[in-house]
């Protein structure tokens, strides 16, 4: 089923901290809840004026139930980098954004022994829904696209640069099953070094399970991730965070250099196309 993208006012019903530079703002809105699914985005802006002009994209982290188990809004996760998310990190109770979506294709329906998370930074915020899917703790989008994404097991390969910025796990640690590896670039916690390093050893294991990797954080760990995947012939899915003015096709800001047959290349619209695309398919080199 096609679904339309919406717009509308959301009111914001808390702000919380994950770690430093890192907030958790939670919307109602209660239309584009029940119709989101993992990996899909929406554009957020503030309302009635003209700073920030353009809206910003965020991805899902999860939906929010009632009482009953009726999905009645979002949250978010976002780290601070600029204009919109500094305003987001001051929002109030009862404040409004503007928001439109859902957006994007969102991770592809898939089924597999293990799906393997591997998350750099802020990168993790799409893992939380998809975790929660495959594990069957909650259900996403309209009754006919539920459950796409299925495995026997899954983990989560989670890389910051130190201890500071590792997000409060409580998030994710409540989601029975779900394997959890940390690192961190300068040891203060987890394993020191890569998250290449631990995606490694799970990609060679000698188990006969099959295996998928979603890859979603900054884009030359994405790279790495995918071409570790392609030497292991592992399907590999990355969530691309190209910055997007429209969010749904119309000002081809947001082009990624796709590989089209017999070693030509050509642009693809993340907005509309993605963000999620095979990692075999982005042309690296160019971005
Ligand atoms: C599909 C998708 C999903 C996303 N999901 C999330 C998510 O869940 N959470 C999240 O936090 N982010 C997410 N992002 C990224 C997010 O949209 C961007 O970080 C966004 O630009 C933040 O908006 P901003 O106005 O705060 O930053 P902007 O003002 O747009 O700044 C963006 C970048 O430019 C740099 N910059 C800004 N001003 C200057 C300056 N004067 N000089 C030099 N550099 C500057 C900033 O440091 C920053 O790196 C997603 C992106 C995409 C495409
Ligand atoms: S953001 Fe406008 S075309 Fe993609």
Redesign the pocket.
């Known amino acids: 089923m096609t679904i339309l993208a919406m717009q509308t006012e959301a009111q914001v019903v808390e702000l919380s901290i994950l770690c430093e530079e ?1 907030y958790r703002v939670r919307l109602n809105c209660e239309e584009l809840a029940q119709q989101i699914l993992p990996g899909q ?1 929406f554009m957020l802006r503030k309302p009635g004026g003209s700073d ?1 002009l353009l809206g ?4 899902l ?1 999860d939906t929010v139930l009632d009482e009953t188990g009726r999905a009645v809004g979002i949250d ?13 990190q001051k929002l109030s109770p009862g404040e409004t954004l503007e928001l439109w979506g859902p ?2 294709n969102g991770f592809p329906a898939i089924q597999t022994d293990h799906l393997i998370q591997v998350a750099g930074g ?1 990168g993790y ?2 893992f939380v829904a998809t975790s929660r899917e495959v594990l069957m703790q909650k259900k996403y989008g309209t009754d006919s696209e539920r459950c796409r994404i299925q495995a026997e097991k899954a983990s989560l390969i989670y890389g910051v640069r130190e201890k500071r910025f590792c997000a409060d796990m409580s998030d994710l640690s409540d989601i029975n099953g779900l394997d959890i590896q940390l690192c961190t670039e300068d040891g203060t916690a987890g394993h020191h070094g890569l998250v290449t390093d631990l995606l490694q050893p799970m990609l060679t294991n000698d188990s006969n399970e099959s295996k998928i990797v979603f890859t979603c954080g900054p884009i030359r760990m994405m790279q790495a991730v995918a071409q570790l995947c392609e030497k292991y012939n592992t399907e590999c899915w990355v ?6 003015a429209c969010g749904f096709g119309a000002c081809f800001s ?1 082009v990624v250099p796709t590989k089209q047959t017999e070693g030509e290349w050509d642009y693809r619209r ?2 509309l196309e ?2 999620v695309f095979s990692g075999s398919e982005i042309f690296w080199e160019q971005m």
């Not at 910003?56 to 991805?59: C, D, G, L």
């Not at 969530?239 to 997007?244: A, D, I, N, V, W």
């Open positions: 890192n985005f920030p910003r994209p965020f991805a982290y978010v996760g976002f780290h601070v980098v600029g204009k919109m998310t500094g305003i987001m957006l994007g802020i915020t799409p969530s691309l965070e190209t910055p997007m947001c993340s907005c993605g963000p």
